[in-house]
């Protein structure tokens, strides 16, 4: 018998009416002879409340503490969806992340990482003909203090628990029907793509598409695990992301995404001697900034630059870690440039078909839209522009690049 997970997104589990649907749309998944297993992701269902008791009785609550109180909300939701599977004369089980032996690193960086997971427990509950119910995005650490996945902890999950019990594939419900050549809210005649690699889906997802997260990319990509994503509504053919794929029209750029709030740092220096790269970069990733694009301006008669891109909630910490360390940095200047956003286009043909990067600046020139910085690897080429511009960008290169045309 087949065995597909599937993640579940916050609109299936909104409202009872809501709950009621999903639990009917995983019962056809049952009687179609599959085992079954639903992730659920964290919903705001208690936490608001609780949250603001917690700081009521005290100013500055435990991480642990506040952790275990953002868990539930996950494990609530598995068990009324759970409820609704048995109402509906299924059997359903529920379980915790410490029930199904998610075993996860200390919390760091405002998130855990999934270290071990135990799907014999789920396909013991495949022998009762029971539809498993997982609250995603929480484990417990060596201390089986509970832990919190993070940004994409669900999607991660959902991946991780396919790995375990060797699912056929994994299904991510969206808002979306699928993984679209733009933003259909933004790009004109966005269309939808029949299949996706992971490495394109990766460099989407990086790159502001908020489809799939990447750490569940990744994790697929490793274990060659399909991903579908699909309506959460609506039972509709959804999109493939897989390892090799049959390039639809031969297109050689398959999406445009793009990033707001992008921030462009310049560091001055007197003279070439005094900058260093590995200084500044090894200090500034010490203090947690992350920096994106890089580049370093030297020519003869004129004094060395470094510019690099920052988003916007690294500006503040940015600053206080130059300006602390302005002396032994030996920079002579650091400036920064607000009201940017990145433009990007991705696609596996890039790496055959020379030209695509000078077409892009091309149509960018033609458009009057400047660019600031560029950064590219083989298979995408992201541009800062006016963060004005970002949508004009974006539309004008999924013209350029024949995406709103059908695809087949």
Same mark, same amino acid.
């Given at each position: ?5 599937v993640?579940l997104?916050?609109k299936?589990l ?8 999903t ?10 002879? &599959? ?10 269902l ?5 949250e ?11 991480? %642990?503490?506040?952790d ?5 909300n996950a494990?609530?939701a598995?068990s ?7 109402? %509906?004369?299924?059997r359903?089980?529920?379980?915790n992340?410490?029930?199904l032996?998610v075993?996860t690193?200390?919390?760091?960086a405002g998130?855990a990482r999934i270290?071990?997971?135990? +799907?014999?427990?789920?396909?013991? %509950? ?16 060596e201390e089986?203090?509970i832990?919190?996945?993070g ?15 060797g ?5 991510? @419900?969206t ?5 679209y050549t733009?933003?259909p809210s ?5 269309r939808?793509?029949k ?12 790159l502001?598409?908020?489809?799939v997260?990447? %750490?569940?990319?990744?994790?697929a ?5 399909p991903?579908?994503? &699909?309506?959460s509504?609506?039972n509709?053919r959804?999109?493939?992301?897989? +390892?090799e794929?049959?390039?639809e ?9 793009y990033?707001t709030?992008?921030? &462009?740092?310049t560091? +001055? @220096? ?5 900058s ?16 994106d694009i890089i580049?370093q ?7 060395p630059?470094?510019?690099f891109s920052?988003a916007?909630e690294?500006?503040a ?5 130059l300006?602390?360390h302005?002396e032994?940095?030996g ?31 091309? &149509?960018l020139?033609k458009e009057?839209?400047p660019?600031?910085?560029?950064s590219t ?9 006016p ?5 004009r960008?974006a ?7 024949g ?6």
């Amino acid at each position: 018998m087949i065995n597909i997970v599937v993640k579940l997104n916050e609109k299936n589990l909104s409202t009872p009416e809501q709950i009621g649907e999903t639990a009917k749309r995983l019962i056809e998944e049952k009687k179609f002879g &599959r085992n079954v297993v639903a992730v659920v992701p964290s919903t705001e269902l208690i936490n608001g409340s609780l949250e603001k008791i917690a700081f009521s009785l005290s100013d500055s609550p435990t991480e %642990r503490e506040l952790d275990a109180i953002h868990s539930t909300n996950a494990q609530i939701a598995a068990s009324l969806l759970s409820i609704a599977i048995q109402k %509906r004369g299924f059997r359903a089980h529920s379980l915790n992340g410490w029930q199904l032996g998610v075993r996860t690193t200390k919390k760091t960086a405002g998130h855990a990482r999934i270290e071990e997971l135990n +799907g014999d427990v789920i396909i013991e %509950r495949f022998k009762k003909g029971e539809i498993v119910v997982v609250a995603g995005g929480q484990g417990v650490d060596e201390e089986n203090d509970i832990t919190l996945l993070g940004d994409g902890g669900s999607d991660t999950t959902a991946v991780a628990v396919a790995k375990s019990i060797g699912a056929d594939r994994v299904e991510i @419900y969206t808002e979306l029907d699928g993984v679209y050549t733009g933003d259909p809210s933004t790009i004109q005649r966005a269309r939808k793509l029949k299949d996706i690699t992971y490495d394109e889906m990766l460099e989407l997802s990086y790159l502001g598409s908020k489809v799939v997260h990447p %750490r569940a990319v990744e994790l697929a990509k490793k274990f060659e695990i399909p991903i579908v994503v &699909r309506s959460s509504t609506k039972n509709v053919r959804g999109t493939l992301i897989k +390892g090799e794929i049959e390039m639809e029209k031969n297109l050689i750029v398959r999406g445009v995404a793009y990033e707001t709030d992008i921030i &462009r740092f310049t560091v +001055g @220096y007197e003279s070439l001697e005094k900058s260093s790269l590995a200084n500044l970069f090894n200090t500034l990733a010490k203090h947690h900034v992350n920096v994106d694009i890089i580049v370093q301006s030297v020519m003869s008669e004129v004094k060395p630059t470094i510019s690099f891109s920052i988003a916007k909630e690294d500006l503040a910490n940015a600053v206080k870690v130059l300006e602390d360390h302005k002396e032994e940095l030996g920079f002579q200047f650091a400036d920064f440039e607000v009201g940017l956003a990145k433009v990007s286009i991705v696609g596996s043909g890039m790496v055959s078909n020379p030209g695509v990067a000078a077409r892009m600046f091309a &149509r960018l020139c033609k458009e009057n839209i400047p660019v600031k910085m560029v950064s590219t690897s083989e298979i995408k080429v992201s541009v800062v522009v006016p963060q004005d511009d970002m949508i004009r960008a974006a539309n004008a290169l999924h013209e350029e690049f024949g995406l709103a045309e059908e695809l087949v």
